[in-house]
């Protein structure tokens, strides 16, 4: 292959809290050392698949172990490196543990041979890897979705090439490391670079997988990639996320609170967010009174390793940017705009990539900041009149990652939530606190196909190669005329 260019030497890892302390450096890989990681892989993953399925799953049970035993100095380097309050990066730690063990736990079972011995033959299907598969992950929950490509790709017998986000590649690495102690030599290896980097890997004709998650844009030019060498790809992208309130929903102060974090956790920097609310029109004045209440309560902008806060900066100067041109846009378009929360005492706006979460109220669908992704804390709150509007203003655009459902009638909550185009429909909950690891999370339309979490997940990883002993030509059989068709 022609090798992707050496885009850095060194990749730079800044601190989006303390800009003028970067956090640490990571060395990017040239084109050559990309190709020999690939062969390395490729080398090593024949051996790693026939391995039994259950020394595989013990694998993972020692990786999630050596995490989990960390001192607690991995959730301080992804909170100086991604922005992210302190506990939730110790949350993001031990839900990668939970990842490694459910697969673990449920991975032998569910890749078991399968044979169907009838009257009409015997059929026998097993569940093949793909070889190497490369796993490109993203900054802002980079060691969990790390964990949910590499727990089914490894469960499965695939060698796996992690290309981690050069804006935090750190404690992803670290995790990395610490697999690759449990696993046989190259299993397990590690890229760094920008976007030529991973164009090379998409592109690579050593990988027999590509899985990717991030945004949109990036997702159609690593798609491109694969296809010009017709590698498959697992592509989980982009959302424009709504949260939907039907008229009969009940909200506690609870309830509310956790809407408000559906939003703003991770500075609003999670493909899942809920990044548009719909309340219905003669429900809008009291549910905004009591949703900028709820705001005050749990929103507190501030430095992510004090404990009080909830709410970090935004990754870099530019997502910064794009955030305020949104909400500027929004103002000069008749829009108003309500700053939540509060700031923590101390907390120095100006060192880093802050933004004060932002409530929109008062714009139309067609506002660059209700039909786009923002990806950052301003949400536009939205009023509507009757379900059938809501499907047709919800449904619009290209997106279809995620959305919520909010009523006092669960039957009701389903049936509307499934005219949604929507991967993936949370009822009274959105964003973190509605998933499950059993629960297979993906896109439609421009958020992305394939599948991830769940027995789904692991399917992503493995591909049916089926075996098939007619009864016709079974001993004793009747045979069949050439050129026939079989039977129904």
């Known amino acids: 292959m022609t090798a992707p260019p050496l885009e850095a030497a060194e990749i730079t890892v800044e601190n989006p809290a303390r800009t003028a302390r970067p956090v640490g450096t990571v060395r990017a890989h040239s084109g050559a050392e990309v190709d020999a990681a690939v062969a390395a892989a490729a080398a090593a993953a024949p051996g790693w698949a026939r391995t039994p399925d259950t020394d595989r799953a013990t694998a993972l049970t020692r990786i999630a172990d050596g995490l989990e035993a960390g001192d607690g100095d991995l959730a301080v380097l992804l909170a100086r490196e991604s922005g992210k ?34 009257a009409a033959g015997r059929l026998e299907r097993r569940l093949r890897p793909y070889g190497v598969v490369a796993a490109l992950t993203p900054w802002n929950a980079p060691v969990v979705l790390t964990a949910v490509k590499l727990a089914p790709a490894l469960a499965a017998g695939n060698a796996v090439v992690v290309k981690p986000s050069p804006l935090a590649p750190l404690a992803v690495s670290e995790f990395l490391a610490g697999a690759a102690r449990e696993l046989p030599p190259d299993v397990l290896r590690v890229c760094h670079g ?68 559906a939003s703003f956790a991770t500075a609003g920097q999670v493909c899942m967010a809920a990044k548009r609310v719909y309340v219905p029109r003669a429900r809008l004045d009291s549910f905004l009174e009591r949703y900028v209440a709820a705001a005050a309560r ?34 000069a378009r008749g829009g108003t705009a309500v700053e939540l929360g509060t700031v923590g005492s ?42 059938d509007e809501l499907v047709e203003r919800v449904n619009a655009g290209p997106y279809g990652l995620a959305a919520s459902v909010w009523s006092a009638d669960e039957e009701r909550a389903f049936a509307l939530a499934a005219r949604l185009d929507a991967g993936f429909r949370f009822v009274n909950t959105h964003n973190r606190t509605g998933m499950a690891l059993r629960a297979a999370f993906g896109g439609v339309k421009h958020s992305g196909h394939g599948r991830e979490y769940g027995a789904e997940g692991l399917a992503e990883y493995v591909q049916p190669v089926l075996t098939h002993a007619p009864a016709a030509f079974r001993r004793g059989g009747p045979g069949m005329a050439p050129g026939a068709y079989p039977p129904g």
């Open 194 to 261: 920008h976007a030529g980097t991973a164009l090379g890997l998409a592109g690579h004709p050593g990988v027999g997988k590509l899985s990717f998650t991030g945004g949109t844009v990036a997702g159609r030019a690593l798609g491109a990639a694969a296809a010009e060498a017709l590698t498959p790809t697992t592509l989980e992208l982009g959302g424009n996320d709504a949260a939907v309130l039907l008229d009969d929903a009940v909200l506690a102060d609870a309830d509310l609170d956790r809407l408000v974090l």
């Open 85 to 118: 309050p302190l506990a939730d990066c110790r949350g993001e730690l031990g839900y990668a543990c939970a990842v490694l063990r459910w697969y673990a736990e449920r991975a032998p079972a569910l890749l078991s041979r399968r044979t169907v011995d009838d």
């Open 298 to 331: 749990v929103l507190r902008l501030g430095d992510p390793l004090d404990p009080g806060t909830t709410v970090g900066p935004v990754i870099s100067a530019q997502a910064a940017d794009r955030v305020r041109a949104l909400v500027a846009d929004a103002r």
């Open 346 to 387: 101390g907390t120095d706006l100006a060192a880093g990539h802050f933004v004060r979460p932002t409530l929109l109220l008062g714009l139309r669908e067609d506002a660059p900041l209700v039909r786009e992704e923002q990806f950052g804390p301003a949400l536009p709150v939205l009023g509507y009149a009757d379900e």
